[in-house]
């Protein structure tokens, strides 16, 4: 089973993708986690990234779609996969499309967490990461068992750099002029689904399995 996220930064994709990935044993690939890893390891390619990232900008389509593509080729990704955060443009979902036409895959499902720019603010402001394993968790809505304090590994709690208010606006705006075509171009291959993302985590998580069943 092969699924893309789609939804405005700070929707609840990768909240989500974490629940399916458990729930079907699929990895999870989120590129914004894959950049962020190449920065914490001081890589070119996080070098490169960081640039665009810190702006709310997005890493250019070339760079992004070799990176997810080795990611898919991986042994791991033979029974499927949950993206998160990729595709993110036309040109990127193209990309994805003529490498699994030369595969003969297909992706099953698209769903796109729907959440208003309103909400999407307070989300990302109250939004914290661990910076070992991935985990996320809000200051308000989902908090952490010990203030600051990972529950899965122990680590102290990061604001992520672009989830700064100037950044976020940034994002938005970028979101809705590069990215939210995708739903459109999704919903005329009918694999578009459109889950309601301002419920609790656990509502959304139910209304993904009843499509995923
Ligand atoms: P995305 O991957 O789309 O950028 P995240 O999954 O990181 O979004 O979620 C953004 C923020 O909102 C995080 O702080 C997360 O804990 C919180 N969050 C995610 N889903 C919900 C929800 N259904 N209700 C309230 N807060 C949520
Ligand atoms: P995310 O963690 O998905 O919110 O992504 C954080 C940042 O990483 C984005 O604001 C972009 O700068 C970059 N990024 C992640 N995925 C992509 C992508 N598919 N295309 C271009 N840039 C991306």
């Not at 992004?64 to 955060?85: E, P, Q, S």
């Not at 122990?154 to 604001?159: F, K, Q, R, T």
């Not at 999704?186 to 993302?197: A, E, Q, R, S």
């Amino acid at each position: 089973m092969r699924i893309i996220m789609l939804g405005a930064p700070g929707a609840g994709k990768g909240t989500q993708a974490e629940k399916i990935a458990e729930k079907y044993g699929l990895p999870h690939i989120s590129t914004g986690d894959i950049f962020r890893r190449n920065i914490k390891e001081g890589t070119a390619l996080g070098k490169e990234a960081k640039s665009y990232m810190d702006e709310g900008k997005l890493v250019p389509d070339e760079l992004t779609v070799r990176l997810l593509l080795d990611r898919t080729a991986a042994d791991d990704c033979k029974k499927g996969y949950i993206l998160d955060g990729f595709p993110r443009t036309i040109p990127q979902a193209e990309a994805l499309d003529t490498e699994l036409k030369k595969l003969g895959e297909i992706i099953d499902y698209a769903i796109d967490v729907e959440v208003p720019d309103e909400n999407i603010i307070k989300r990302m402001s109250g939004r914290r990461a661990c910076p070992k394993c991935g985990a996320t968790y809000h200051t308000e809505f989902i908090p952490p068992k010990k203030e600051n304090i990972c529950d899965e590994c122990g680590e102290a709690l990061i604001i992520r750099d672009d989830d700064k208010p100037e950044t976020v606006a940034n994002r938005l705006k970028v979101y809705h002029e590069q990215t939210q075509p995708l739903i459109d171009y999704y919903d005329k291959k009918n694999i578009l689904h459109t889950v309601d993302g301002t419920q609790d985590v656990q509502d959304v998580f139910k209304a993904v399995t009843s499509i995923l069943e």
